[in-house]
């Protein structure tokens, strides 16, 4: 046996002989690297980002497979790992992270460097046998966490450079801090400890003494404005941004989004559109964040930063999370829509706690004491596959859903840029797909990490819709001559003008057209004052027309006979976009609407994810049931050898 692996079991065999008032300090990483010929204690499995084993003093890119006595495991920024063991444990490494493996007479030993760590012990996990090792202690610097085999378990651990966490989310815990202080949690509690305290937070505590900190708005995009606390006035938030104090508000108009920074900490929330809010407090301490907020209206967006410990508090609700996560709150007449989109919280209402993680709704009633209710989340009615260059025109469009194939965790990177150095979020989610915030205008990139290691990316761009005009609303001129006229339209039949030289002394004229070959009956006839006379659109339809003018005296009496005049009207299918003629945006919704328009020649197109039949000219005409809240429908339009182009119609709900 080596040297350093006797040393290293004599260490662990002193550790796990200490007495309750005497514990000695944890080793560097370095005393449990050399895996000799240990016997197998776990299973790495469940791989992603960029993930590292340290083995016999050597390090390469880890791969799933057993794990032996002295191991080390370290994940990047974006890793993730799992390790399974024979008992049924599992313990789930974020990003950020390194521990070593080890074992003593009593079962796993972990030591932790840093970074957050989940135990889980399921119900009915092995007793007896090969999987008998089920007690598990957990070494960090600043203390020894031991985990009971007896019951289900799931506890978290968090090492930080100067402190360290440890939440009992189910079953107890004993905790040896370094100055030799013994403390047991349960489910509820949680562990604060650093190199010269150890603290008990019991259920419902605050974790350390907070301190205030700075809360800086800024506007996103569109307007938003503040207004300090005991003022009647609301005034446009500064360029530059500006600190709100505790008592202030922050509203956004319709379109427009403001976003609110913590000092210190990467927790950001930001403030949907036509959204309103009032700043109770901001408070820091250690690696904890507190917000308070009274959400009136609107959509509140938090992205909570990762490794630290995060706390968002409204009236009725907290809502706690132990690192990367992204949510989106909004305030509904009964209480709070709480969507999970990436990583994992805590919904906190009195003694209840109820977990909420990716890919799940929690809907909280205010004037009920029971647990929110949770169900799956939908996707958004507008979703965005692995596609690079996708367009997406819309009117003020909530979120989009970006989807991929196969089930199963991943990590999930969202930006403003190819480079990912602007990111919107990030974070874990466990189902194919996220909502993540629609820009008013610019672009998304994002990729997707599978737990197998492989990895889905994709683009597209975001705008309002373009302004085609429409050819309803141009008038064409038609000149009087012999030369035929021929107009070609791409929508609807235009409106036309007829223009004709003046005659010194007629007081009217009169227009009529006539259906080439129908000479008998006019398809139309005006009698106006002016060298011109106007049809509206859709007075003609398509087709080959004669047309004359008739000067008029005061008396009503012909001055002269009309002379024909030819005009066609010509329908041209080459649009070279797609053109939604109706519904319009802010349309009453109904069980249907019609939906009509024109697409190009070589165009394919669907309506909420049904295909669309297109007649001879391209056109289209047909009923449509809307989808989401509010209601919408999404125009897919695909051409050959072109990205993927999405037009949305929003419309206005129904009743109250």
């Known amino acids: 046996m080596s040297a350093p692996r006797c040393w290293f079991l004599v260490l662990l065999l002193l550790v796990a002989g200490c007495d309750d008032d005497a514990v000695a300090p944890p080793p560097g990483p370095s005393a449990v690297v050399d895996a000799g010929a240990g016997e197998v204690l776990g299973r790495l499995e469940g791989l992603s980002g960029d993930v590292r084993l340290e083995r016999g003093g050597k390090r390469a890119p880890a791969e799933e497979g057993p794990l032996y006595g002295g191991d080390a495991v370290e994940t990047a920024a974006g890793g993730a790992a799992t390790v399974r063991f024979p008992d049924g444990r599992s313990v789930e490494v974020g990003p950020d992270a390194r521990f070593a493996l080890g074992s003593d007479s009593g079962g796993i030993v972990l030591q932790v460097e840093r970074g957050i760590l989940l135990s889980r012990v399921p119900a ?212 709070y829509l709480v969507d999970a989109l990436t990583g994992q919280v805590t919904l906190v209402r009195g003694d209840a706690r109820q977990a909420l993680r990716a890919g799940e709704r929690a809907t909280v009633e205010a004037s009920s004491a029971q647990a929110p209710r949770v169900e799956p989340l939908a996707p958004a009615p507008l979703a965005l596959g692995v596609v690079d260059g996708a367009e997406v025109f819309h009117p003020g469009l909530r979120d989009v859903a970006i989807t991929w194939e196969g089930e199963g965790e991943a990590l999930v990177e969202v930006a403003e840029d190819a480079a990912f150095t602007r990111p919107v979020l990030s974070g874990t989610v466990y189902r194919p797909f996220i909502n993540v915030p629609a820009p008013v205008r610019g672009k998304l990139h994002w990729r997707v990490r599978r737990k197998d290691g492989t990895q889905v990316s994709g683009s597209a761009s975001f705008a309002p819709e373009r302004a085609v005009r429409s050819l309803a609303r141009v008038r064409n001129v038609v000149p009087e001559g012999p030369e035929k006229t021929t107009i070609f339209y791409q929508d609807k039949p235009p409106a036309v003008t007829f223009t004709y030289a003046s005659e010194t002394s007629a007081a009217r004229y009169r227009v009529a057209v006539y259906r080439a070959g129908a000479l008998d009956t006019p398809v139309a006839e005006r009698t106006v004052t002016e060298a011109r006379a106007a049809l509206d659109a859709g007075a003609l339809s398509e087709g080959n027309y004669l047309w004359s003018v008739t000067p008029l005296s005061a008396t009503g009496a012909q001055l002269k006979g009309g002379r024909m005049n030819k005009l066609e009207l010509v329908y041209d299918n080459s649009v070279p976009v797609l053109m939604v003629s109706t519904p319009r945006n802010g349309q009453a919704a109904g069980a249907k609407v019609r939906a009509a328009g024109v697409a190009p020649v070589d165009a394919r197109l669907s309506i909420n994810g049904r295909p669309v039949a297109l007649d001879g000219k391209h056109r289209f005409n047909t009923w449509v049931e809307p989808v989401g809240s509010p209601p919408v429908l999404v125009f897919k339009m695909t051409r050959p050898g072109a990205p993927a182009v999405h037009t949305v119609r929003t419309l206005k709900q129904r009743g109250p």
Do not use: C
């Open 124 to 335: 009915g996990a092995a007793r007896t046998g090969q999987g008998s090792k089920v007690a598990l202690t957990i070494r960090t610097p600043f203390g020894l966490t031991r985990v009971g085999a007896d019951e289900p378990s799931e506890v978290r651990v968090q090492v930080a450079e100067d402190a360290g966490r440890v939440e009992v989310r189910l079953g107890a815990i004993e905790f040896v801090g370094r100055d030799g202080k013994t403390l047991r949690a349960s489910e509820g509690d949680a562990v604060e400890a650093t190199s010269g305290r150890t603290e008990l937070v019991a259920r419902g505590a605050r974790v350390l003494e907070l301190a205030p900190i700075p809360v800086t708005v800024r506007l996103a995009a569109g307007r938003a404005e503040v207004r300090a606390k005991g003022a009647s006035n609301w005034r446009p938030v500064a360029k530059q941004g500006e600190v709100l104090s505790p008592g202030g508000s922050v509203r956004t108009r319709r379109g427009g989004s403001a976003v609110l920074a913590l000092e210190g900490s990467a927790t950001v929330a930001s403030l949907g559109s036509d959204a309103e809010l009032v700043l109770t407090s901001a408070e820091q301490g250690g690696a904890t964040d507190e917000a308070r907020f009274d959400l009136l209206r609107g959509w509140l967006n938090l992205q909570l930063a990762r490794g630290r410990t995060s706390r968002l508090v409204l009236p009725g609700l907290q809502v706690e999370g132990g690192g990367e996560a992204r949510l989106a709150v909004r305030r509904t007449a009964a209480g």
